[in-house]
């Protein structure tokens, strides 16, 4: 193949990874019916389909799965090589890809970048912000921020906040006319508000923990969001008992707008991290802002 088709091969590898055209084409910044053109004319020139193509997904066939796997390694190297110049510059450069919670990213993430993109204005950064347990690896991000018990146990995990908890809150007229709440059992008969998390589709139970027993509590409620800040919401709009973020609820607290139960079984548990795989060289942009955001106590 001539070397002027390598583009035409990278073309196809973003959309067998991204397995849409839509999403690939937003990445090489063309439109998607040229990139639809240039998959059609790759085919032509191979003589074999490599994409099967529907209304409402793409997918490679045999032959694109086996092309696919025959070029990603190939591709991931050439762009590691390519980020690996960057040690020879005078200033740090390059784009840097995370994945975080919207909490992560307000809370720990923001305000150290707001400093770091000030100092090296060659480095760009996008933040991608979800519920979700994203693979960082398949989704091609460079790192991810998660709770610490979240990240997996094959990756490279740096601490950028506090040990943290979460904490059951209401408002003060919600909790007056219901039950009292002595221990986790008794939100059974409360109005909870749960978080769906994308990446299964289960309901996160709440888990608690007193003197060495831990308890995990499948709650009920009127309510299901899949964003922590839609459930302070609710919680605050008297839908029922929120189980949030302390550092996010303290200021309403403090406030008296909300009020806090169960305290004795809510139990510190790592704070957040950021993490990336173990193979990954770090390219100097990368490396700079995980001493940025390294957690060095209070």
């Not at 040990?163 to 209401?170: A, Y």
């Not at 790592?270 to 209070?298: D, N």
Request: proline share 6%; aromatic share 8%.
């Amino acid at each position: 193949m001539n070397r002027e088709n390598y583009n035409d091969l990278q073309a196809f590898l973003l959309v067998a990874q991204e397995r849409s055209f839509t999403r690939a084409a937003a990445r090489l910044g063309v439109s998607q019916s040229a990139l639809s053109h240039t998959m059609r004319q790759l085919e032509s020139r191979l003589g074999v389909r490599l994409l099967t193509r529907t209304t409402r997904s793409v997918s490679p066939t045999e032959a694109g799965e086996r092309l696919l796997q025959a070029l990603a390694p190939n591709f991931e190297n050439i762009h590691a090589a390519l980020l690996g110049l960057g040690e020879f510059r005078d200033t740090p450069s390059g784009t840097i890809r995370i994945t975080t919670s919207e909490h992560a990213a307000r809370r720990v993430l923001w305000p150290v970048l707001r400093t770091f993109l000030a100092k090296y204005p060659e480095v760009r950064v996008e933040v991608i912000s979800d519920s979700t347990l994203t693979d960082i690896v398949a989704e091609r991000f460079d790192a991810g921020i998660r709770l610490g018990e979240q990240v997996a146990q094959d990756m490279i995990a740096t601490p950028i906040g506090p040990p943290t908890r979460l904490v059951v809150v209401g408002t003060p007229d919600y909790l007056r006319a219901r039950p009292a709440i002595a221990t986790p059992r008794d939100l059974v008969a409360h109005d909870c508000i749960n978080l769906r998390f994308l990446t299964h589709g289960g309901l996160y139970a709440w888990e608690f923990e007193k003197d060495g027993h831990a308890l995990n509590v499948r709650v009920e409620g009127r309510l299901v969001f899949n964003s922590i800040d839609r459930i302070l919401d609710a919680a605050l709009a008297g839908f029922g008992l929120g189980y949030l973020p302390e550092d996010m609820v303290a200021p309403h607290i403090a406030r008296g707008a909300l009020r806090q139960v169960l305290d004795d079984w809510c139990p510190l548990f790592p704070g957040y991290h950021l993490y990336y795989p173990s193979r990954r060289q770090p390219s100097q942009a990368f490396a700079l802002l995980v001493e940025a955001l390294r957690w060095r106590g209070p």
